[in-house]
């Protein structure tokens, strides 16, 4: 039988793309599967565009957030998930009509690995003038072991897939880390996490999804974004550090030297910085430092407290906006 699937959707204030989304979304072919929308928006556009997918999308469900941030609304899917197989994708991506069964056919080829990640296909863009993240996987692996994740890439929670009673066993997504949280590297965390507790992770090449996010170079906040990268990477070696693993300073080594590595010398001897690439050693040297300003817990490799993990900060449908009020997670059978 076809594993159930649950297909998730953060989002956040982008109608526009949410509905170029639930468009791909309503193409897809598969058996067994439903969708979950989060929606942290500020307005009720996101709603009310959902609404019009009924019909297309019959096993839709809207789910609606105060909280901000992205790791929250991940882990508020991993509690209230139907399938046994949860699929993320980010609210400005598409995929082909085949593409949950080749989620399924891959946790079917791998009945032992709990995290999958596949590849991130920027769409067609000029590259001169914008920026699409993505993540390109020329062969797939399996990663065994926390030294594995130096070869991990540019892995992507754009396209992130995961057995849903395993991964609650590994904890929560760490709401210190992904958009709208202190630290941008949700997903490198969570595979990390994966690794530190025995489980191995898949990368594989034969599940794509396309990513629309553009980003023009002249845009203040893409020169951030990319910054935020390698001040992510640092303050995560840093809690990994703090919290005892042992693999912690070969790890904090090897992304300093990998980092070195991306630094076009010429440049940055000559005081040329920009485009000499030697800004993500800084920050990543930065991000080290900011690590040991948050607080750990040491037995979950999670920042912050254990409260900051128990909300339940939903607005019921029919409440207007401005009128906040706190309910009870979704639950299923």
Known sequence: MAPSITVAIPTCNRPVD???????????????????????????????LVDQFRERLPYLEYCRMAEKGLTRARNLALRSAQGEILAFIDDDCTVEPCWLRDVAAA????????????????????????????HEIGKGR??????????????????MYLRRAICMQVGPYDVYAGPGAK????????????????????????????????RLYAHM????????????????DMKFLRCGDRVAPLIIVGHIFKMLGFIVWPRALSGRIRGSHSTWIVMYFLGLLAGTRVAVMRDTGLWGRLDEYNSTDLIPLGTPTPCIAVVEAPSHP
């Open 107 to 134: 946790f079917m080829r791998h009945p032992e690995i709990p995290l999958i990640f596949g590849q991130v296909r920027p769409v067609p863009h000029d590259p001169k003038r914008c920026f699409i993240p993505g």
């Open 221 to 236: 906040s893409t020169r951030a974004l990319l910054r935020s990268y390698g001040f992510g990477f640092g303050a995560q």
């Open 142 to 159: 399996i990663l065994r072991g926390r030294l594995a994740f130096l070869r991990a890439g540019s892995i992507m929670g754009a396209s």
């Open 18 to 48: 949410i509905k170029r989304c639930l468009d791909s979304l309503s193409l897809v072919r598969y058996s067994n599967w439903h969708v979950l929308v989060i929606d942290q928006s500020d307005h009720d556009e996101t709603r009310i």
């Open 183 to 214: 630290f941008n590297i949700e997903d490198r965390d969570y595979a990390y996490r994966h690794l530190s507790a025995g489980y191995p992770v898949l990368l594989t090449p034969r599940i794509t999804v396309a990513h629309h996010g553009a």
